[in-house]
Structures are given as structure tokens and as C-alpha cells.
């Protein structure tokens, strides 16, 4: 299983940015997805999990903010990230578990993308 994720950059403050996640096999209504994000010197973060039926749980520090969904149909998930903050500045890593979701707990997760940087300036 392979997860590419892309749509990464560099915005102000207050702006968005949608990310995508690409997995390479049918994740139909078997896969848990989940986005996280890691900065620099911090632990690994769950940012957000969308279920097999599609739904989502986020974080609180997001709420609000970001939406996440995913297109069965094309085997992609996607983290809509709006009002950006300079605390937002990660890596942020899709990933993947065949089983159904049950937390933000980045260790429950099988499968991972390779990261795309997203750095928000004030």
C-alpha cells in the first residue's frame, strides 16, 4: 500500500491550502485514513481521521479550520486547511489502517505517506 500525498507550500497567515493523499490500492469502505502532522522537535500529531463511512474527528487545535474527506471513487483523501496559522508549520503525513478508525493515535496507523511541508509565516 502506498500513499503519495501532495499539495504542500508556503502561505500567510490566514490563508488555505488543500492537501491530497493518493493510495494505491481501493480503500472503498476498508480503510481508516488519517492525516498528522509533525514539526520540528515536536512528537508526531493526529490532525484528523476520516472513517470508512466518511466520518471525521479532528483535533481540537483544528476545529473549526480544517475539513477532511475522501473520494472512494479515486482512492484519495484530502485536508482542506483554512485560516492557517504559523503553528500549523509541519510535516503532514497521510496514513492508513484497514480496520476501522478509533483515535488519533499515530502508532495505530499501518500505512504512510512520505510527508509534504507546509510552513505558514505571520
Known amino acids: 500500500v502506498r500513499l503519495v500525498e501532495s499539495g504542500g507550500g508556503s502561505v500567510q497567515a490566514g490563508g488555505s491550502l488543500r492537501l491530497s493523499c493518493k493510495v494505491s490500492v481501493s480503500i472503498g469502505s476498508k480503510y481508516c485514513m488519517g492525516w498528522f502532522r509533525q514539526a520540528p522537535e515536536n512528537e508526531r500529531e493526529g490532525v484528523a481521521i476520516?472513517?470508512?463511512?466518511?466520518?471525521?474527528y479532528f483535533t481540537d487545535s483544528v476545529k473549526g479550520r480544517f475539513t477532511a474527506s475522501r473520494d472512494n471513487a479515486v482512492n484519495t483523501v484530502y485536508l482542506q486547511m483554512n485560516s492557517l496559522r504559523p503553528d500549523d508549520t509541519a510535516i503532514y503525513y497521510c496514513?492508513?489502517?484497514?480496520?476501522?478508525?478509533?483515535?488519533?493515535?499515530?502508532?495505530?496507523?499501518?500505512?504512510w505517506g512520505q510527508g509534504t511541508q507546509v510552513t505558514v509565516s505571520s
Open positions: 496514513a492508513a489502517k484497514r480496520r476501522a478508525c478509533s483515535g488519533l493515535d499515530f502508532a495505530d496507523f499501518d500505512y
Open positions: 476520516i472513517s470508512r463511512i466518511g466520518i471525521t
